[in-house]
């Protein structure tokens, strides 16, 4: 089991920006292909973005363009940076293996409100 820790979150205006942070126990480099998710009110999780261990990079379309993936594996940690912030963005935000999410590793994620 690895123990993800999601911070960053916050209450923004829409076009405004987030940084989120990922501290992942263990190496983060053990894993093929990590990411973000995010979970809307009533809605499934989805993938927002997937970073491979040689740094590539894949995006929803929903947040091409917007937001950009990054790690560390040095320090075991990725982020997520988040601008040009719509109120459909609003979500909770995790991070997990990819591209489908280990069942035990969930953390409780950290809460992105875009509201004026």
């Known amino acids: 089991q690895v123990q993800f820790v999601e911070s960053g979150g916050g209450l923004v205006q829409p076009g405004g920006s987030l940084r989120l942070s990922c501290a992942a126990s263990?190496?983060?480099?053990?894993?093929?292909?990590v990411g973000w998710y995010r979970q809307a009110p009533g809605k499934q999780r989805e993938m927002v973005a997937t970073i491979t261990r040689i740094g590539s990079t894949n995006y929803a379309d929903s947040v091409q363009g917007r937001f950009t993936i990054s790690r560390d594996m040095g320090k075991n940690m990725m982020w997520l940076q988040m601008n040009s912030l719509k109120p459909e963005d609003t979500a909770v935000y995790y991070c997990?293996?990819?591209?489908?999410?280990?069942?035990?590793?969930w953390g409780q994620g950290t809460q992105v409100t875009v509201s004026s």
């Open positions: 263990g190496t983060l480099s053990r894993f093929l292909l």
């Open positions: 997990n293996r990819a591209p489908m999410g280990n069942a035990a590793d």
